[in-house]
């Protein structure tokens, strides 16, 4: 007979609380939704000023410890922080940087870490270079690594790199001897042309095709611990891509709610018809959900090797938050009726986001899948 | 009205005393609980239909309040234990991982008695408690009726008050184990004219078997019975069956439900209802095959199966965070106003799951002899509509949280 013992812890310390407080004051005061519109054909998607505020903030070390310049609270630490910039479409780096410091810091020696991570705290920005398949559920890799005169050399192409155009460092999965490697690649070995962009349905969002054909690795550049690293990041990437569509649900929620109290129609406020109303306590519900998914896994994600039961939180999570974040962007647009079919309404951004979220770190089915094994069997 | 300090559960207790309880209790459990006899039990007292039923679970709580296992923290010289409120929990626990049949005579465990406890007089403790401990005296409501579903500010049922006595008038639907009730905790209009409808009704303790009172009992989706319609025609109840005072019915009403917590907010304890959960699901669907299979490695299956995990992860999960106020600021009430609508759905949806994954068998029900587990997830589906629709339905609740949570305007 089955027995599960499901894991129910879920706390929340009063220093995150503040800094669930002062990150969502600090998105909403720098992305407004004029400000958001008016980066959408901008070429980085952010404002350098607002990036380097973060950075004096101390937020690209929170979760990395002291001795590399962070403050040692761990990676569940930026979930608030990723919640709020969802909350506000806030876009920086800072998602991207934060799971590739994730991946040197799991992955990397301890002189690994040193060369890199100090200067990731100083707003260095990292980028995985991880999908060359269709899926993230493909096991393939389909770029290589060879020994070439007493170094390496790379081949392959890199899909959707997130913020590759800004970014200092690639960390490239590789096969090599057909086991997966990560291999940290400095943009300035990049050669001419290797960065082609990418147009994206969200808007908000950038990413590249990199070409990493033909550049030469040093052994040194090889990161130790590769495997335990690539299932740890996985996770803590689709962690913070949930907290993320999170925030976006709650936003999606706010502007429809706000048309539904202010539009009328047939002589009635809209909201008041239980044709609307209804889905739209289900978006809340949904979303709140992913919320309680979410908190749950950053009460158990720590430094350390991740375990069963926060493998479980975190495709929970992503599994739920990115249901949610379809269905929420989904109604917004079609509650805003001939509104929502038009730009200028900003329900607009929200379902281009959930598209996009949905396939950052894998989508739900994805997630729903690997979950089976580990609930069932 | 104030907390009883004497069922506060003061009283230090020590490691070693708990773990020879706990010792004791499970002892007790193996070797009391009954053998299968051999029709379904009710899994809420709400569905207790038959005489046979009724004498099977009257036997069983009577030999759990015997056993010292059931009113452990109610005073001592009313029938109860003495004990720490602890102590009632663990037995609890217990009791309901050990799957033991239920505590039938809720409306008297976790209503009516923590209440005649906290607020009654000597007297109404020496004659009520003993007897919805031992189950002898059975208790039901008569709060909801007909045409006014859950809103107790509408009830229409009249209490005049004429000497020594009220003189009831109206009806009450739903009253559940009303056919075999010695006493109802009844809601009635005292004063037509009151200015807020909740002001005018009051609250009493009213003998089933008094003259002018008779039940009609309805038969439920699932073919049962377990509820009947109430009628009063000039029924005469002694004015002593207040409780409180004339107009605080409905203050009275609300201070009932915080007993709902179980032992630990005062009520008698025992296992009020037989959860159904995942894990009751996936072993059924590790038990029927397909082709030689079970269901359980059917890829499709198996994604239905996490859907509903994940679900229920989260509904017990959002029961703690609703604890960190925290976690609860964005919008205020959201999880504590959505746990009835998140949890009662949930659960039908998953029920009804249960039926397809039997298969052809799914078609079958109580009393056929191939239906699985006896028709047990057949008739846990249909009794599921009790909790979707009583106490306000999943609708209502839909329109509370869209109105209270998200300031959607009243349609």
Known sequence: MITRTANLDISFSDEQAMILDSAKDFCRDKSDITTVRSLLKSETGYKNDVWAEMIALGWTGLALPEQYGGSGMGVGATIPLVESMGRYLLCTPFITSTIAAQAILRGGTNQQKSRWLPSIVEGAVASMALLDNEDWGATQIRCTLTPKD?????????????????????????????????????????????????????????????????????????????AEALQDLRLIGALLAASEATGTS????????????????????????????????????QMDSARTLIYHAATLISDASLNKDTEIACRMAKAQATDALLFAGDRAVQFHGGMGFTYDCNAMLYIRRAQWAQHQYGDAQHHRKLLAPLLLD | ???????????????????????????????????????????????????????FLREWQYKVWSAGYLGMAWPKQYGGGGMP???????????????????????????????????????????????????????????????????????????????????????????????????????????????RRYNGLSFFLAPMGANGISTSPIQKLTGEYGFTETFFTDARIPASCIMGEEGHGWRIAMHTLQYERGAEA????????????????????????????PLLQDPITRDNLVKFLIEEQALYLGERRVKIPALCRDYPNSLALSGKLRGTEFFRRMRQYALTLQGAPGALYVGDDQAVDGGFWQRAYLNNFSTTIGGGTSQVQANIIGEHVLGLPKD
């Open chain 1, 150 to 226: 007493g170094g390496f050399v790379l081949e392959g192409k890199k899909l959707q790199v997130n913020d590759a155009a800004v970014a200092d460092l690639f960390l490239v999965l590789a096969s090599s001897n057909g086991l997966p490697t990560l291999v940290v690649v400095e943009a300035k070995a990049l050669p001419e042309g290797a960065i082609s962009n990418k147009t994206l349905v969200d808007e908000t969002k950038r990413a590249a095709n990199v070409n990493f054909s033909g550049v030469t690795i040093k052994a040194d550049a090889i990161l130790a611990n590769a």
């Open chain 1, 250 to 285: 709650a936003a999606a929620l706010d502007t429809l709610v706000d048309y539904l109290t202010t539009r009328k129609q047939f002589g009635r406020l809209i909201g008041s018809y239980q044709a609307l109303k209804h889905p739209t306590v289900d978006i809340l519900l």
């Open chain 2, 1 to 55: 009205m104030t907390e009883n300090s004497q069922l506060a559960g003061q009283q230090s207790i020590n490691g070693a005393e708990l773990s020879d309880f706990l010792k004791g209790i499970i002892d007790w459990i193996k070797h009391n609980t009954p053998a299968d006899p051999g029709f379904l039990l009710p899994q809420t007292f709400m569905e207790v239909g038959s005489e046979q039923v009724l004498d």
């Open chain 2, 85 to 195: 409120r602890l102590f009632q929990q663990i037995a609890d626990e217990e009791m309901k991982r050990a799957r033991v049949p239920i505590c039938f005579n809720v409306i008297g465990l976790g209503w009516a008695g923590p209440l005649i406890i906290d607020t009654g007089t000597d007297f109404e403790k020496e004659t009520y408690i003993k007897g919805i401990l031992n189950a002898e005296d059975i208790w039901c409501q008569g709060f909801s009726e007909p045409n006014h579903g859950s809103d107790l500010g509408s009830i229409q049922t009249r209490a005049e008050r004429d000497g020594d006595e009220y003189v009831i008038n109206g009806s009450k639907i739903w009253t559940t184990l009303g056919n075999y009730a010695k006493y109802m905790i009844l809601l009635a209009r005292t004063d037509a004219q009151a200015e």
């Open chain 2, 266 to 293: 005062g009520a008698a304890g025992g296992v009020s209802i037989l959860s159904i959960v995942m894990d009751d699901l996936l072993k059924m669907a590790q038990d029927v095959e397909r082709d030689g299979q």
